[in-house]
């Protein structure tokens, strides 16, 4: 298969891509490289990539209309991954959620559709849009009307523009809902990666809001397990969750992370962020019948391997 990546520099468009590439698939990538974090993180996902495969990799925004057609001419599907993510960041720079998540959407949707016949569409949601739900786990059929940070609302944006582009243009497109993704090559805005920084570094640990919080913590080859079965086999569905249907405890979050790098250190406790939910925790009867979803990485493996890692990151960076 021929398959787009958009995000192809970040963390899971990489490991995405990995796999895509390891399958013997034809990958062409497009990032824009920007600076939310490291970017010498993403050029160092995409040489990692070029020593992994023949990838064909552009930079480039979404907003580079042509471009994107261009690259979308011959391929199967669209996995589209690219976005401005967080939910704190929001606060600081609303607009880079309207231009990636909302425009950077509909280019890519337009894209799709003026396309003879359209490529299949897989794209990334996010567990944000559950919001303040309280029925736990959440399902997808659950009501999605009460997103609590900007990033939410432009990911429950993006699905409905889906929607009704599958309505009026008989688009296959299929978006997952990822939960709290967490792995190698991962993202140094998260907690687990900001723990392990700190623990290393010799500073405190700063945990925000009640530490009996929890996210459904998702290891990332699980992650892509469900992403490359949504590629391989077109699914009627039109949204599905990809969790690990275990809500951790910020505390036991942190204590995993401290084992795996084998020093404890001092915590400084702030207030809950605006836009932190309680919990997230993934229902997955619908995408293990769809995909055949299954996660097997459970957290103290997941964050041993991504400690490991990012060791080695220190090492070479
Ligand atoms: N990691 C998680 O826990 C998680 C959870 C829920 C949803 N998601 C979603 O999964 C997808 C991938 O997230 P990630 O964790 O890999 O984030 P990431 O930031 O590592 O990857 C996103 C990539 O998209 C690129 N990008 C952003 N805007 C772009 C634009 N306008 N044009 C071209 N490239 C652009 C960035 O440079 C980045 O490399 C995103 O859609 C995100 O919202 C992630």
Redesign the pocket.
């Known amino acids: 298969m021929k398959v787009l990546v958009?995000?192809c520099?970040?963390?899971?468009?990489y490991h995405v891509a990995r796999r895509l590439l390891a399958d013997g698939d034809a990958v062409v990538g497009?990032?824009?490289?920007?600076p939310?974090y490291d970017p010498a993180l993403?050029r160092a996902r995409v040489a990692a990539l070029r020593a992994a495969g023949p990838l064909e990799f552009h930079v480039?925004?979404?907003?580079e209309f042509e471009l994107l057609r261009a690259l979308a001419a011959d391929v199967d599907v669209v996995v589209h991954?690219?976005?401005?993510?967080g939910v704190r960041h929001a606060l600081v720079d609303p607009f880079s959620y309207e231009?990636?998540n909302l425009l950077?959407m509909l280019d890519v949707l337009e894209v799709v559709r003026r396309r003879t016949p359209p490529p299949r569409l897989v794209w990334?949601s996010?567990?944000s849009v559950y919001g303040g739900n309280v029925r736990t786990p959440f399902a997808e059929t659950d009501r999605v009307d009460d997103p609590v940070s900007l990033y939410a609302a432009t990911?429950r944006a993006g699905e409905l523009m889906v929607h009704s582009y599958r309505h009026l243009f008989g688009l296959q497109a299929l978006g997952l809902r990822?939960f709290?993704?967490y792995g190698p090559w991962g993202?140094p805005d998260m907690a687990y990666w900001r723990f392990a920084e700190a623990l290393f570094d010799d500073r405190p640990l700063e945990l925000y809001g009640d530490t009996a919080a929890s996210r459904d913590m998702t290891y990332i080859d699980d992650v892509v397990d469900g992403v490359v079965a949504a590629v391989r086999r077109p699914v009627p569905d039109e949204l599905l969750n990809l969790g690990n249907a275990e809500p951790i405890p910020l505390e036991r979050l942190v204590e995993t992370v401290e084992r795996a790098v084998g020093r404890t250190g001092r915590r400084l406790s702030g207030p809950a962020q605006p836009g932190d939910v309680a919990t997230t925790f993934a229902d997955l009867e619908r995408s293990k019948a769809a995909l055949g979803y299954e996660p097997r990485v459970r957290l103290e493996e997941g964050i041993a391997r991504f400690v490991e890692w990012y060791r080695w990151w220190r090492s070479v960076r």
């Open positions: 958009t995000g520099a970040g963390f899971v468009g497009l990032d824009n490289l920007g939310y993403k480039g925004d979404l907003a991954l690219a976005a401005q993510p231009r990636s950077g990334a996010s567990s990911k990822f709290t993704v993202r």
